[in-house]
């Protein structure tokens, strides 16, 4: 994972999982709007995994 990648995971999660499909997009979306941070979190995991 990149540092600007790792930024963007932080600032607006689901951008950073736009490549890894919708499902993971609506995912990380949903949390961020329960809450800023799971949404962050599941973007770093999202974003780490191979």
């Known amino acids: ?3 600007l990648r790792a ?3 932080i600032f607006l999660p689901p951008l950073a ?3 890894k499909g ?3 997009v ?3 979306g949903l ?3 329960c809450g800023w941070i799971p949404g962050i ?3 770093l995991i999202i974003v780490n995994r191979k």
């Open 17 to 19: 999982v736009l490549d």
């Open 31 to 33: 949390l961020t709007i």
């Open 1 to 3: 994972m990149s540092f």
């Open 26 to 28: 609506l995912i990380v």
């Open 41 to 43: 979190i599941a973007a």
């Open 22 to 24: 919708c499902g993971s």
């Open 7 to 9: 930024l963007v995971a």
